[in-house]
T-cell receptor, first 115, second 114 residues
Framework: DSGVTQTPKHLITATGQRVTLRCSPR?????VYWYQQSLDQGLQFLIQ???????AKGNILERFSAQQFPDLHSELNLSSLELGDSALYFCASSPLTGNPVNEQFFGPGTRLTVL | AQSVTQPDIHITVSEGASLELRCNYS??????LFWYVQSPGQGLQLLLK??????LVQGIKGFEAEFKRSQSSFNLRKPSVHWSDAAEYFCAVGASGNTGKLIFGQGTTLQVKP
C-alpha cells in the first residue's frame, strides 16, 4: 500500500458525459501528479500540482482539467468523453517538487471505460 | 526531446533463470532514471533509481540496474527470477525543468514459466 488513494476504482460511462476522478496523496505530500495509461499511448504524464498550484502540464486535452484543494487532495475532471478516453488513470504523490529525486508514490488507479 | 525506449514488449523466462530488461533513454544531461513494476490490478511500485554516483544500483526484490552513459542505457537485471516477478516493468526518466514529472517507456511484460 503506497498510501495514495484513488476513487472510484472503476468507472463506466457513456460518450459525451463528464466524470471526476479523485486522489488523496500520502500524508504530508504536497505534490500530486496525474498519469494516463492506455494501450495505444502507454503511460503518459498529464498534469502536476504542487501545494494547490499547477506546476507542469503534459499531454492533457483541453477537455480535461484538474485542481488541488487546500487539504491537498486532487481531482481530475474529464468532460465530453470519447471512446478513446478509456484508460487507467493514475495519481502519484511526492513530498516536494522540482526534483525528480523525490520518489513518486502511485495510487492503484481508476479504470475508466467509455461506452 | 526526452524519451525512453524499451525494445522488448514481451519477455518470457523460466523460473530460476536470469533476467535482463533493456531500457534506452534520450536525454541531454545526466538523467534521473527509474524502474517501476506494475503487477496486475496494482499501481506502480518503484524498484530502483539512479541519480549519480555508482553506476550499478541495487533495488528491492533482488533487482539491480546498471547505468551506461556511453550506451544511453539503464538495463534492469535479476540473477534468478521467481514466479512472483511476473508483471509489467517500466523504465522512466525524470524530465528536465522544475518539476518531478516522469517520462515512461512503453513497458515490458514479463512472463515466468514454471
Amino acid at each position: 500500500d503506497s498510501g495514495v488513494t484513488q476513487t472510484p476504482k472503476h468507472l463506466i460511462t457513456a460518450t459525451g458525459q463528464r466524470v471526476t476522478l479523485r486522489c488523496s496523496p500520502r500524508s504530508g505530500d504536497l505534490s500530486v501528479y496525474w498519469y494516463q495509461q492506455s494501450l495505444d499511448q502507454g503511460l503518459q504524464f498529464l498534469i502536476q500540482y504542487y501545494n494547490g498550484e499547477e506546476r507542469a502540464k503534459g499531454n492533457i486535452l483541453e477537455r480535461f482539467s484538474a485542481q488541488q484543494f487546500p487539504d491537498l487532495h486532487s481531482e481530475l475532471n474529464l468532460s465530453s468523453l470519447e471512446l478513446g478516453d478509456s484508460a487507467l488513470y493514475f495519481c502519484a504523490s511526492s513530498p516536494l517538487t522540482g526534483n525528480p529525486v523525490n520518489e513518486q508514490f502511485f495510487g492503484p488507479g481508476t479504470r475508466l471505460t467509455v461506452l | 526531446a526526452q524519451s525512453v525506449t524499451q525494445p522488448d514488449i514481451h519477455i518470457t523466462v523460466s523460473e530460476g533463470a536470469s533476467l535482463e530488461l533493456r531500457c534506452n533513454y534520450s536525454y541531454g544531461a545526466t538523467p534521473y532514471l527509474f524502474w517501476y513494476v506494475q503487477s496486475p490490478g496494482q499501481g506502480l511500485q518503484l524498484l530502483l533509481k539512479y541519480f549519480s554516483g555508482d553506476t550499478l544500483v541495487q533495488g528491492i526484490k533482488g533487482f539491480e540496474a546498471e547505468f551506461k552513459r556511453s550506451q544511453s542505457s539503464f538495463n534492469l537485471r535479476k540473477p534468478s527470477v521467481h514466479w512472483s516477478d511476473a508483471a509489467e516493468y517500466f523504465c522512466a526518466v525524470g524530465a528536465s525543468g522544475n518539476t518531478g514529472k516522469l517520462i515512461f517507456g512503453q513497458g515490458t511484460t514479463l512472463q515466468v514459466k514454471p
